[in-house]
């Protein structure tokens, strides 16, 4: 059956993310390697992985750890600058995650200019084939799909196009719940919508490649190409979807991460964590 994690703050040294997971009863993780609105990446010191390591061993912590790119990254871009940063950037975070022998790293690609967006897809590719070059290591790149059709990796078809163009083992992929909505894949989780999904997902990209769940509600209606998350239940896919879901036994094997406010505005909480479980059980 699938664990149920969160993404947790790391303020004030690696090792505590481990015992804010742990305070809401998380059993997996996703935590930001550096800052989420700066280029700026600063790798941890040996004494802090090891410090994190010590601490992960001793945890209850087994169902993954994950890190989330900064916000900035944009492969897609055509600004040379903007581009490059966004390069360099992920692979700092490759990095990090490598020295904590973390699972991987989740990123949002990022969008060009262009309504015709192979120019973007191409510039995409060549962008994640330099990051893995400049990160060498075990530690997975991971696509998330993003919650809108103007951006790159909104579906099927284009995460596909990345993988494949990449062709690389360590370029995996990681489906936001809500953003799959709001891009307008599905109409509604229903027992249907999301076997079609997940089929289409299998046929394209193979599901042995989905590293991870981002499982979110939506705040924002089915196709609005507006990304806001809301706590479990709360917002427009409703608990009903989120029990559909949990019986999709080809989910199971995979890490479902919350991304949600908290009930009381304060991120992924222990409520959220138990609405889950609860599902789970059932």
């Keep these: 059956m699938f664990k149920i994690g969160a993404h947790?703050?790391?303020a004030g040294g690696l090792d505590k993310c481990i015992a804010n997971a742990e305070a809401i009863g998380a059993e997996a993780m996703q935590i930001f390697g550096s800052s989420p609105r700066q280029w700026k990446v600063n790798l941890?010191?040996?004494e802090e992985i090891k410090k994190y390591r010590t601490a992960l061993e001793k945890s209850t912590i087994n169902g993954g750890v994950f890190l989330h790119a900064p916000y900035?990254?944009?492969l897609a871009s055509p600004d040379e600058a903007?581009?490059?940063n966004s390069i360099n950037c992920l692979a700092?975070?490759?990095?990090i995650a490598e020295l904590m022998g973390g699972d991987g790293v989740i990123f949002h690609v990022g969008s060009g200019k262009d309504p015709n967006k192979q120019p973007a897809l191409e510039r995409s590719v060549e962008g994640i084939k330099a990051v893995l070059k400049m990160a060498p290591g075990k530690t997975h790149l991971i696509i998330e799909n993003?919650?809108?059709i103007k951006k790159v990796g909104?579906?099927?078809s284009e995460i596909k196009y990345l993988m494949s163009g990449v062709d690389n083992k360590r370029v995996k992929f990681c489906i936001d719940i809500a953003h799959t909505f709001e891009a307008g894949l599905v109409a509604e989780y229903s027992p249907e919508e999301i076997d079609k999904l997940f089929s289409q997902l299998d046929k394209e990209i193979g599901l042995e490649n989905l590293m991870a769940l981002h499982v979110n509600d939506s705040r924002t209606a089915q196709g609005s190409n507006h990304d806001q998350h809301d706590n479990i239940g709360e917002g427009q896919i409703s608990l009903a979807g989120f029990k559909n879901l949990a019986k999709e036994k080809r989910l199971w094997s995979m890490p479902w991460?919350?991304?949600v406010p908290g009930f009381d505005e304060m991120g992924p909480d222990r409520r959220n964590v138990e609405i889950l479980k609860k599902l789970r059980l059932k």
């Design 8 to 10: 947790v703050s790391a």
């Design 44 to 46: 941890p010191k040996p």
């Design 72 to 74: 900035l990254i944009n």
């Design 82 to 84: 903007i581009w490059q």
């Design 92 to 95: 700092g975070n490759l990095q």
């Design 146 to 148: 993003s919650a809108s």
């Design 154 to 156: 909104s579906d099927a």
């Design 257 to 259: 991460l919350l991304e």
